[in-house]
């Protein structure tokens, strides 16, 4: 054998080696394309030479894919709850078999699942269960509803409630004395709308203490009357001085909470929630942490789980939650994922507790509250942020959005840059220049459209129509400023409704009014679906998995009523007929 032929043998042998390698098949490239870097891995089954079916094949619609790349489709297969492929249907038929399910949607429009970027999920399935206050645009209808609930309860027990929002009956606050004579035996307390404020009865104050010699409590105000008796009002961080008196809701109670609040979450065509919690100024930052072990993980154990969550913990526990991921991941499994720490910056327009650079209109003395002291604001964001986490403040006047604007400045030119998409939650009202240093700064603006709709009247009061039309609600202006825009509720502030809040952001109208508040800021479709979508998915680093509808995509998706992409970009109007989950029908 000469030289040349010895040669040409050892690379036929070397090349039959190396091409045998998985890297080399084509088939392993496609399998790890669709592998997920956060939730369920594809099988090594699929690793193998044979062709991929489908295990559903979805045809006959508009489907909104939410990617640049290829926006709509009409047709998309499914397998092991991800999407192979789109496109038209004879390309998406060539990976159906016969045990292909065939779903046709009759022309009807599809769009990704719906993320809430900011939910209270299981504080919201507990408050279905309770005194519901939204809406309620008389005082006598207000009293109504508590004398109603004391002749269902037992003598002694706490009434709770909440969804209360004093502009729908002029603005006038609440006060003890208003249920005190129909509730002598029971305590109360009923939460405003915002969570910011709420109400407590003569005997719930007497059975926690306060009084007329009890003290302010740093970032909070206990109401009181001319005299300086308290009136039954407790603002931000002043409920701590009540909220350790009503008892603690049971474990069976909470987990209730979450399965009602999933059903009605899908039922609103809502896939994913980034969830912060039961954590409001004054409640005990261990609320989330009972709920991650007795509730999340329990669901999760037991295969109860329908809804993906990103959570969020108080930012003082920062710690706690760096040594859990650890341990354990960010990605618990493909329903759970922890996501970062919040704290709050100040509290809410409605209780004139939001921080501003100038006074309430209302109350010439008052700028707002602010929370949590900013030198503890930034120490815990610089820890936070050193250890890896996502860091997300709650921040609604526009002197709190530009001092968390300030800290996050402050923390990059320290650590230098990264992608951390630091988020403001709520950013409601700006100042000049603060949508674009949003841009600027990569700063993820988290909103909630449907506030706007009950906020519109309020900001012209509290502020003026000069400061409410130029600093409220700025969608347009962040969008314009290359600001990542994420959609949410702040569900039970309001309901969760995502198609309800696409609308909202399209046309700025409140209840009564013939013209859009603010028209300037009105949306498109296409920037609010996204907002909804690809871009609340961004936010939470979940845009790997979920947000659009592309091949190696989760098999999250939507089908609603309307068969007219046309007019729903015209009107904005839909409602849900059918919620997906990883390609199974979950709702209804």
Same mark, same amino acid.
């Given at each position: 054998?000469? %030289?040349?032929?010895?040669?040409?043998?050892?690379?036929?042998?070397?090349?039959?080696?190396?091409?045998?390698?998985?890297?080399?098949?084509?088939?392993?490239?496609?399998?790890?394309?669709?592998?997920?870097?956060?939730?369920?891995?594809?099988?090594?089954?699929?690793?193998?030479?044979?062709?991929?079916?489908?295990?559903?094949?979805?045809?006959?619609?508009?489907?909104?894919?939410?990617?640049?790349?290829?926006?709509?489709?009409?047709?998309?297969?499914?397998?092991?709850?991800?999407?192979?492929? +789109?496109?038209?249907?004879?390309?998406?038929?060539? %990976?159906?078999?016969?045990?292909?399910?065939? +779903?046709?949607?009759?022309?009807?429009?599809?769009?990704?699942?719906?993320?809430?970027?900011?939910?209270?999920?299981?504080?919201?399935?507990?408050?279905?269960?309770?005194?519901?206050?939204?809406?309620?645009?008389?005082?006598?209808?207000?009293?109504?509803?508590?004398?109603?609930?004391?002749?269902?309860?037992?003598?002694?027990?706490?009434?709770?409630?909440?969804?209360?929002?004093?502009?729908?009956?002029?603005?006038?606050?609440?006060?003890?004395?208003?249920?005190?004579?129909?509730?002598?035996?029971?305590?109360? &307390?009923?939460?405003?709308?915002?969570?910011?404020?709420?109400?407590?009865?003569?005997?719930? +104050?007497?059975?926690?203490?306060?009084?007329?010699?009890?003290?302010?409590?740093?970032?909070?105000?206990?109401?009181?009357?001319?005299?300086?008796?308290?009136?039954? +009002?407790?603002?931000?961080?002043?409920?701590?001085?009540?909220?350790?008196?009503?008892?603690?809701?049971?474990?069976?109670?909470?987990?209730?909470?979450?399965?009602?609040?999933?059903?009605?979450?899908?039922?609103?065509?809502?896939?994913?929630?980034?969830?912060?919690?039961?954590?409001?100024?004054?409640?005990?930052?261990?609320?989330?942490?009972?709920?991650?072990?007795?509730?999340?993980?329990?669901?999760?154990?037991?295969?109860?789980?329908?809804?993906?969550?990103?959570?969020?913990?108080?930012?003082?526990?920062?710690?706690?939650?760096?040594?859990?991921?650890?341990?354990?991941?960010?990605?618990?499994?493909? &329903?759970?994922?922890?996501?970062?720490?919040?704290?709050?910056?100040?509290?809410?327009?409605?209780?004139?507790?939001?921080?501003?650079?100038?006074?309430?209109?209302?109350?010439?003395?008052?700028?707002? %509250?602010?929370?949590?002291?900013?030198?503890?604001?930034?120490?815990?964001?610089?820890?936070?942020?050193?250890?890896?986490?996502?860091?997300?403040?709650?921040?609604?006047?526009?002197?709190?959005?530009?001092?968390?604007?300030?800290?996050?400045?402050?923390?990059?030119?320290?650590?230098?840059?990264?992608?951390?998409?630091?988020?403001?939650?709520?950013?409601?009202?700006?100042?000049?220049?603060?949508?674009?240093?949003?841009?600027?700064?990569?700063?993820?603006?988290?909103?909630?459209?449907?506030?706007?709709?009950?906020?519109?009247?309020?900001?012209?009061?509290?502020?003026?129509?000069?400061?409410?039309?130029?600093?409220?609600?700025?969608?347009?202006?962040?969008?314009?400023?290359?600001?990542?825009?994420?959609?949410?509720?702040?569900?039970?502030?309001?309901?969760?409704?995502?198609?309800?809040?696409?609308?909202?952001?399209?046309?700025?109208?409140?209840?009564? &009014?013939?013209?859009?508040?603010?028209?300037?800021?009105?949306?498109?479709?296409?920037?609010?679906?996204?907002?909804?979508?690809?871009?609340?998915?961004?936010?939470?680093?979940?845009?790997?998995?979920?947000?659009?509808?592309?091949?190696?995509?989760?098999?999250?998706?939507?089908?609603?009523?309307?068969?007219?992409?046309?007019?729903?970009?015209?009107?904005?109007?839909?409602?849900?007929?059918?919620?997906?989950?990883?390609?199974?029908?979950?709702?209804?």
């Amino acid at each position: 054998m000469n %030289l040349y032929t010895l040669i040409s043998a050892s690379v036929v042998v070397v090349l039959a080696i190396f091409f045998s390698l998985p890297l080399l098949n084509p088939t392993y490239w496609l399998s790890l394309n669709l592998k997920s870097w956060l939730w369920i891995p594809i099988p090594s089954s699929s690793l193998s030479s044979s062709p991929v079916i489908a295990d559903l094949v979805v045809r006959n619609g508009v489907i909104y894919t939410s990617d640049e790349s290829l926006p709509f489709a009409d047709s998309m297969a499914i397998h092991n709850g991800r999407i192979l492929r +789109l496109g038209n249907f004879s390309f998406v038929q060539e %990976l159906a078999a016969d045990g292909t399910e065939e +779903l046709d949607l009759g022309g009807k429009v599809v769009v990704p699942g719906f993320i809430d970027s900011h939910v209270h999920l299981i504080y919201a399935g507990l408050q279905m269960a309770r005194v519901e206050l939204h809406g309620i645009n008389k005082k006598d209808e207000f009293v109504r509803k508590i004398k109603e609930a004391v002749r269902n309860a037992k003598e002694g027990s706490w009434i709770l409630g909440g969804g209360w929002n004093n502009d729908l009956w002029g603005g006038e606050l609440p006060l003890a004395s208003w249920i005190d004579d129909i509730t002598p035996y029971n305590p109360v &307390w009923l939460n405003r709308m915002d969570g910011h404020m709420g109400l407590a009865n003569s005997v719930a +104050l007497k059975l926690s203490g306060i009084s007329n010699l009890t003290k302010d409590p740093e970032g909070g105000t206990i109401v009181r009357t001319v005299d300086g008796e308290p009136t039954g +009002l407790l603002i931000d961080s002043a409920m701590k001085l009540l909220l350790p008196y009503i008892p603690e809701d049971t474990v069976n109670e909470r987990r209730e909470a979450l399965v009602g609040a999933t059903n009605h979450a899908l039922m609103r065509g809502v896939t994913t929630v980034v969830d912060f919690g039961r954590y409001y100024p004054g409640v005990s930052a261990e609320l989330p942490w009972e709920d991650f072990s007795d509730v999340y993980q329990w669901a999760d154990a037991s295969k109860k789980m329908m809804i993906r969550v990103c959570l969020f913990f108080p930012m003082e526990t920062w710690l706690r939650l760096h040594d859990l991921i650890g341990k354990m991941g960010r990605a618990i499994s493909q &329903w759970i994922y922890l996501g970062g720490v919040k704290a709050f910056a100040d509290g809410s327009l409605g209780s004139n507790s939001a921080l501003f650079h100038e006074p309430y209109a209302d109350e010439p003395h008052n700028y707002g %509250l602010q929370v949590t002291e900013s030198e503890i604001l930034y120490n815990i964001t610089m820890a936070s942020e050193k250890s890896g986490l996502q860091v997300a403040i709650h921040a609604i006047g526009d002197r709190a959005n530009d001092l968390i604007l300030d800290i996050y400045e402050s923390v990059v030119s320290t650590n230098g840059m990264r992608d951390r998409r630091f988020r403001i939650e709520h950013a409601q009202h700006l100042a000049p220049g603060a949508a674009a240093r949003f841009g600027r700064q990569g700063i993820v603006a988290s909103v909630q459209p449907l506030h706007l709709l009950g906020d519109a009247d309020t900001a012209t009061k509290k502020l003026g129509t000069d400061r409410a039309q130029k600093e409220s609600y700025l969608f347009r202006s962040l969008l314009a400023s290359n600001a990542p825009l994420a959609f949410g509720s702040d569900w039970p502030v309001v309901d969760i409704n995502p198609l309800g809040g696409i609308k909202t952001a399209m046309k700025r109208l409140p209840p009564g &009014w013939d013209d859009a508040w603010i028209p300037s800021e009105c949306l498109t479709l296409n920037d609010s679906l996204k907002a909804h979508t690809i871009s609340a998915a961004r936010a939470c680093f979940l845009d790997n998995d979920l947000g659009s509808l592309s091949p190696g995509k989760l098999a999250d998706f939507v089908i609603l009523s309307t068969d007219s992409w046309d007019d729903f970009a015209a009107e904005g109007s839909a409602s849900v007929e059918a919620t997906y989950v990883s390609g199974v029908r979950a709702y209804p």
